[in-house]
């Protein structure tokens, strides 16, 4: 891309911000198999801790979402009026401090408490980011940027996955009720990362120019003339949001129950287990983030070539084809052949996701971007909310909760075929003003 360095700077700065915030996001997902069980008094790996597990992953990842909802609609606010730059430095300092503040969490109440701090810094985040990006990028590289700015997601769940094996099965290995802790500490990271960001990078000259006009209200984004884009930004989110928290939240939880059978299976040794465990984690998660990569990537070619409405219809077919063949059979199979179906769930899932981050700006005027962008992007997340908690809730009260996971998501899986249904009310963004202009 013919991008000047000022724009590539924005671009990383962004890119950076959102990669910390899934990272952030996520890291409890990947130490609630030993985080859980110690923090209730039960014994790591016992059926009790299994099932706990599921029920309490379910729930603060619920309590996670409601927490990123409510503060993605109030920074995308925000943002739009005191500026794209200031408000990503606020949001992610929020979620670096709540992430950390769970190292020391004495019980289960007060790391949920934690957790509600980090979401509101962690969904703020994601409405300044997508709006900077899309006001200093040339209209002809929208849609590249956006979908590259994406492109950090799974540089998040690849660090968040990495540090977790580190800390876990490296430097802590023969300490799984100490570990998780250490691991959280990780999420000051993005701190450091959010004051660089400060000194370098400026508000862009479109959200300049709309300073002295009107302070924009929420309620302006269902005025008529811009409702019929919340409704088209807000319904295609919420399917793909509502598919990817309940498939990725529960990533952990599958591949260590899917480890725990193949360890019996191979007969391997007691001191081994929990080294089996983390590979069978750390791999598959890292096949659902490549997918994901690869997926949002392929947003660019099929926004520009067939179009917003065409990409997304595509995406939640496959999505629904990839959710139900891997839950839809048996809980069993080698490692590779898990990596491989979680691989075509991220390329699918998650490929999604590169496209709101392009197309959600292009809906809006300049002056309601963050706060329409944030708005669809994270209203959703509300309704999301559920879907984690329905499936640990459920899959926790099965005899075998491996089995009621599986049960559960299977049903997950015809969730994107809604995406069809709503096609008609989906606007098509290609080659109108959005696109072809500076934004209005």
């Given at each position: 891309m013919k991008l000047t360095r000022?724009?590539?700077m924005v671009l990383f700065?962004?890119?950076?911000?959102?990669?910390?915030?899934?990272?952030?996001?996520?890291?409890f997902n990947y130490v609630a198999p030993n985080c859980v069980p110690t923090l209730l008094g039960l014994t790591i790996g016992s059926s009790e801790a299994k099932t706990a597990t599921l029920y309490w992953t379910g729930l603060i990842t619920s309590i996670l979402l409601l927490g990123w909802a409510f503060g993605g609609i109030f920074f995308g606010y925000i943002a739009d009026r005191i500026g794209r730059t200031k408000t990503l430095l606020i949001t992610m300092l929020l979620y670096a401090i709540g992430t950390a503040s769970c190292a020391f969490a004495p019980n289960i109440q007060t790391l949920m408490l934690f957790r509600l701090i980090a979401s509101l810094g962690i969904g703020g985040e994601w409405a300044a980011g997508a709006s900077m990006v899309a006001e200093v990028m040339p209209p002809k590289y929208r849609v590249e940027a956006g979908a590259l700015l994406y492109t950090s997601a799974s540089m998040g769940l690849f660090l968040a996955s990495s540090v977790n094996y580190l800390v876990s099965r490296v430097l802590f290995s023969a300490s799984p009720e100490v570990s998780w802790r250490y691991v959280f500490l990780a999420g000051l990271i993005p701190a450091a990362v959010a004051i660089s960001i400060r000194f370098f990078v400026k508000e862009p000259e479109a959200w300049e120019s709309q300073k002295g006009q009107k302070p924009p209200s929420i309620g302006e984004i269902f005025a008529p003339g811009i409702r019929k884009a919340t409704i088209s930004g807000l319904s295609v989110a919420v399917i793909a949001l509502l598919t990817w928290w309940s498939c990725n939240s529960f990533i952990p939880v599958v591949a260590s129950g899917l480890a725990q059978v193949a360890v019996k299976a191979q007969a391997i040794p007691a001191n081994q287990v929990q080294i089996v465990i983390e590979e069978w984690k750390t791999s598959i998660t890292?096949?659902?983030?490549?997918?994901?990569l690869i997926g949002t990537l392929l947003t660019i070619p099929a926004a520009k070539i067939l179009g917003r409405k065409w990409m997304f219809a595509i995406y939640f077919v496959l999505s629904s084809l990839a959710v139900t063949f891997t839950f839809g059979g048996a809980h069993s199979g080698t490692l590779n052949v898990w990596c491989w179906l979680y691989f075509a769930i991220g390329l699918t899932v998650f490929g999604i996701f590169g496209s709101f981050t392009f197309y959600l700006p292009?809906?809006?005027?300049?002056?309601?971007?963050?706060?329409?962008?944030?708005?669809?992007?994270n209203a959703g997340r509300i309704i999301t909310a559920i879907g984690p908690f329905l499936v640990g809730q459920i899959a926790s009260s099965k005899v075998n909760a491996l089995q009621g996971a599986f049960e559960v998501l299977f049903i997950i899986g015809f969730i994107p075929l809604l995406g069809i249904v709503i096609m008609p009310w989906v606007i098509e963004t290609k080659g109108e003003k959005g696109e072809k202009s500076s934004l209005y």
């Open positions: 000022y724009q590539w700065a962004a890119w950076l911000g959102w990669g910390f915030d899934i990272f952030d996001g996520l890291l890292n096949s659902f983030n490549f997918g994901g292009e809906l809006f005027p300049t002056r309601l971007r963050a706060t329409g962008s944030g708005f669809c992007y």
